[in-house]
């Protein structure tokens, strides 16, 4: 990030405030409903749209043949109507003349298997083809655009890798290769570092080396890993390949684009990508489930972290029912609100949707929008211009940041991929689910804890859980170390430390790198078919080392502690531990009893949201706060 600072800079004038908008695809509309679009888009208080994610076919109908008229006039009628422009570089659908043109660009899955066009993102991320195509059309478009009053931002692609991530092809083999070279110099370095000595797999040459496709066994895993890193990286040089030609020509135009950071999905590592952007935007949708409203939470707080408590865009979350889930349930009363508020709760200067207007047509006909099917005569609608105002009146919140907590989850995407491989002690394991029951069961106890990248600064937290921190390279040990003999008190949970950076085993036995600082020693997984999903034989050996709970022991270090859970204790299994380890650490909640677990409270700038967690109406500060609401408190 360029040290933007503040959201207001994006509008070069005038007072703080919270942005709210949509994508807008008016591409799907004749021309006679723009005009309404904008009217009711002023009643709802939209300040700022999203356009021409998936227009290329409508702006260039045919190779390096543009139609602009249509955008210029679009950009002109939301610029007279105060609203401003995120403009998509148009790169992510690619149109069925290029594809027909150059079949050559479809990606090609893990078996063998062609992505056809038809759907969306049907790109290879490292097709020279593809790209020398997308990149024309952004200059095109940057060059087109480059001093129209409505244009605010620049929105590179979209989503990048939600549907392309990991492509096998041809391409992506030979970049992979490329890739390798650079990370290991050397065949025999790479035959090291992927432990090649087992299954015959020893490479003499760059060239016999592929991309982890469908195999008649278990793919190394190490190779498993550095395609996931490699393909994160193969989309990242997408983003800076569009984002060149950008700051070529609008140097002051702000770019960025819209991460994932939501629910399993890992296949970018964002904790490595926020400094290509400008300002990071994120996409959450919320899938239904016990901890859905903490895992949008969790989404937000990350997010916010990961833009390195700098103020971020919320560019994309549903009013209502999404398309893609088995079942779309709509939101109840007060939900969309809720989500909305959170985010910015957790930082984020602006709050937009998918989409504007309702479609009529295509697979998204039924996912819910700011304008629904019904029109402006429905509760949708409403809550929309509601929420619009009440966003307008918290406009002072702007660029302000959030107050760091004393506690603190990592996440790190590295472990994250490592720890969910295959040929593993059990394929039930997650990553993530795991860092969200700790975040539920700091919510129930009413303690705020930030999510935060493994490269951020430990020191200031009193408190840091790090669940399932598998890869523990040296570097990273050591940083765990000096946190806790410096005061901090660490936890960490079953399957940390078990290898390094490539994938291999630190011997000597169980918690690995980490084995020394927590003061125990496993011999043996004993991964489990109940609830509890994992159990461990755990050796003392410290005599400082204490056994809290049974899964549950503590070594003091220097100033501070260390801390290991050998099980999956789950959100209510680790209320108790979570209590025992916040006193030890002497962090106490900071809302009254009553409130605990009822209430997430966040502190941005000073003021206060009180977030209900529940259905139930409640008291707060003397004031009345329904289920489901939010109570901001300057
Ligand atoms: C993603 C995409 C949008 C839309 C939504 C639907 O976030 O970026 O174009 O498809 O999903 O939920």
């Keep these: 990030m360029r040290g933007l600072g503040e959201m207001r800079w994006l509008r070069r004038d005038g007072e703080p405030r919270i942005e709210y908008g949509a994508d807008y695809n008016p591409e799907q509309w004749p021309r006679d409903v723009w005009k309404d679009d904008v009217d009711a888009m002023r009643a709802a208080g939209v300040t700022i749209v999203s356009l021409g994610i998936f227009s290329w076919a409508h702006l260039e109908p045919a190779s390096g043949e543009y139609d602009f008229g249509w955008l210029d006039e679009i950009m002109d009628l939301l610029h007279e109507n105060g609203i401003l422009v995120d403009l998509a570089t148009a790169t992510a659908s690619p149109p069925p003349w290029l594809t027909s043109a150059h079949p050559e660009i479809l990606p090609v899955d893990r078996d063998g298997r062609t992505l056809w066009p038809g759907g969306r993102q049907h790109w290879r991320p490292t097709s020279p083809v593809f790209r020398a195509y997308a990149l024309r059309l952004v200059r095109a478009l940057a060059t087109r655009y480059r001093d129209h009053p409505a244009l605010t931002a620049w929105h590179v692609n979209n989503e990048l890798g939600c549907h392309n991530a990991h492509d096998y092809s041809d391409d992506a083999a030979a970049a992979f290769r490329?890739?390798?070279?650079?990370?290991?110099?050397?065949?025999?370095?790479?035959?090291?570092?992927?432990?090649?000595?087992?299954?015959?797999?020893?490479?003499?040459?760059?060239?016999?080396?592929?991309?982890?496709?469908?195999?008649?066994?278990?793919?190394?895993?190490?190779?498993?890993?550095?395609?996931?890193?490699?393909?994160?990286?193969?989309?990242?040089?997408?983003l800076r390949a569009e984002r060149r030609i950008l700051r070529e020509l609008t140097p002051d135009v702000p770019v960025t684009t819209n991460f994932m950071v939501a629910g399993e999905?890992?296949?970018?590592?964002?904790?490595?990508?926020?400094?290509?952007?400008?300002?990071?935007?994120?996409?959450?949708?919320?899938?239904?489930?016990?901890?859905?409203?903490?895992?949008?939470?969790?989404?937000?707080?990350?997010t916010g972290n990961l833009a390195r408590g700098r103020p971020w865009f919320l560019m994309e979350h549903s009013t209502s029912a999404v398309n893609w889930q088995p079942v779309n349930l709509p939101k109840r009363p007060g939900e969309m609100a809720r989500d909305a508020l959170t985010h910015v709760a957790h930082g984020a200067d602006a709050v937009c949707f998918f989409q504007w207007r309702q479609s009529r047509a295509g697979a998204e006909k039924y996912h819910s929008a700011m304008l629904p099917h019904a029109g402006r005569d429905s509760a949708i609608f409403r809550s929309v211009t509601e929420l619009g105002a009440r966003l307008a009146a918290l406009g002072s919140i702007a660029g302000l940041p959030r107050t760091p907590a004393r506690a603190a989850i990592i996440v790190d995407w590295e472990s994250w991929w490592a720890a969910e491989q295959d040929s593993h002690p059990s394929s039930r394991l997650r990553y993530r689910q795991e860092a969200l029951d700790w975040y539920t069961a700091f919510l129930d106890r009413g303690v705020r804890a930030d999510v935060i990248p493994v490269w951020s600064d430990l020191t200031g937290y009193d408190l840091m859980v790090a669940p399932i921190l598998h890869m523990v390279p040296s570097a990273l040990r050591d940083r765990l170390t000096a946190y806790a003999e410096g005061g901090g008190n660490l936890v960490t949970t079953y399957f940390s430390g078990i290898v390094d950076e490539n994938d291999h085993v630190w011997l000597g036995g169980y918690p690995g790198a980490l084995r020394e600082l927590l003061g125990i020693r496993v011999e043996e997984f004993e991964p489990r078919l109940d609830d509890t999903l994992w159990a461990e034989r755990v050796h003392l050996t410290d005599p400082a080392t204490e056994v809290l709970f049974p899964e549950v022991t503590r070594r003091p270090v220097g100033d501070g502690s260390a801390a290991y859970v050998s099980a999956r204790l789950g959100p209510e299994g680790l209320a108790p531990v979570l209590a025992e380890l916040l006193a030890r650490a002497g962090v106490e909640p900071e809302l009254p009893p009553g409130l605990c677990g009822k209430v997430e409270l966040t502190v941005r700038g000073g003021v206060r949201f009180y977030i209900n967690r529940t259905d139930s109406p409640l008291v707060v500060d003397g004031t009345d706060l329904p289920g489901r609401g939010v109570l901001v408190v300057e």
């Design 178 to 238: 490329e890739w390798l070279r650079d990370r290991y110099g050397t065949v025999e370095a790479l035959n090291h570092a992927w432990g090649t000595a087992f299954w015959s797999q020893r490479y003499t040459a760059w060239d016999q080396i592929l991309p982890p496709r469908l195999a008649a066994a278990q793919s190394n895993p190490t190779q498993q890993l550095d395609f996931k890193r490699f393909s994160s990286d193969a989309l990242r040089e997408h």
């Design 265 to 302: 999905i890992n296949e970018m590592n964002y904790a490595d990508w926020v400094d290509e952007v400008d300002f990071v935007a994120n996409d959450h949708y919320v899938r239904p489930g016990p901890q859905s409203r903490d895992e949008l939470s969790f989404s937000a707080n990350l």
